[in-house]
């Protein structure tokens, strides 16, 4: 069993950064690859970006290209979100995933079929 916990999030002013952080319960957190989910209100869930368990892979979803920064830090059992130049569409509640399964498509297909969940922490972008 994988327990994730997200933190981070908050309110932030349009242009602005935040860093979000997951800490995984995991005996083999480095056999996982990590990932991050986003959902709007009144919006399906969303792929934001996930990492390979060496960081050799990453992935993002198309609308946070360019701003968002995944990255993971084996040692700590932590995997981060950078984001920058926040927009208001990018408020939501963000989702920390893990999955211990090859390839990417529990992460890129529909609304993400992902083996672990966090409970998700709010962000918030003002205009």
């Known amino acids: 069993q994988v327990q994730l916990v997200e933190s981070g999030g908050g309110l932030v002013q349009a242009g602005g950064s935040l860093r979000l952080s997951c800490a995984a319960s995991?005996?083999?957190?480095?056999?996982?690859?990590m990932g991050w989910f986003r959902q709007a209100p009144g919006a399906e869930r969303e792929f934001v970006a996930a990492?390979?368990?060496?960081?050799?892979?990453?992935y993002y979803g198309d609308s946070v290209k360019g701003r968002f920064t995944i990255s993971r830090d084996n040692a700590k059992d932590t995997v981060y979100l950078q984001m920058n130049s926040l927009r208001p569409e990018d408020t939501a509640v963000y989702y920390c995933?893990?999955?211990?399964?090859?390839?990417?498509?529990?992460?890129?297909?529909?609304?993400?079929?992902?083996?672990?969940w966090g409970q998700g922490t709010q962000v918030t972008v003002s205009s």
């Open positions: 995991a005996p083999t957190f480095s056999t996982y690859t």
């Open positions: 990492i390979s368990w060496s960081g050799g892979s990453i």
């Open positions: 995933a893990a999955d211990g399964r090859k390839g990417w498509s529990a992460w890129t297909t529909g609304r993400g079929y992902v083996e672990y």
